[in-house]
């Protein structure tokens, strides 16, 4: 299944003709309208976060920018679902981190 979603992610960012930065807040803004969990934010995090100088801010004026169109209800959602995310992001890395100090 990584697999497939892997080449189906591949295949959307060759054809979009948007810089990596634009394409990561365009799927921000997509993952809040159909109210993805943290695991699809937490995959876009780790992109923005390799390829882009994206940061939080940026992914809030997202969120302010499409509230109009999806609302609020899903906008708030999308914001603790980001929190969650980030949380989960740090705790898998305090853990790799103990891992290696205890190694």
Do not use: C
């Amino acid at each position: 299944m990584l697999d497939a979603i892997l080449d189906m992610t591949t295949a959307s960012v060759t054809r979009a003709e948007l810089g990596a930065r634009e394409l990561l807040m365009v799927r921000f803004a997509a993952l809040a309208a159909v109210g993805a969990p943290p695991s699809s934010y937490l995959l876009n995090i780790a992109a923005a976060a390799d390829t882009t100088d994206l940061t939080l801010e940026d992914a809030r004026s997202v969120l302010i920018a499409v509230a109009p169109i999806i609302g609020t209800p899903k906008v708030v959602d999308a914001a603790a679902t980001i929190a969650e995310a980030l949380g989960i992001a740090l705790a898998l890395e305090d853990a790799l981190a103990e891992e290696n100090v205890t190694t």
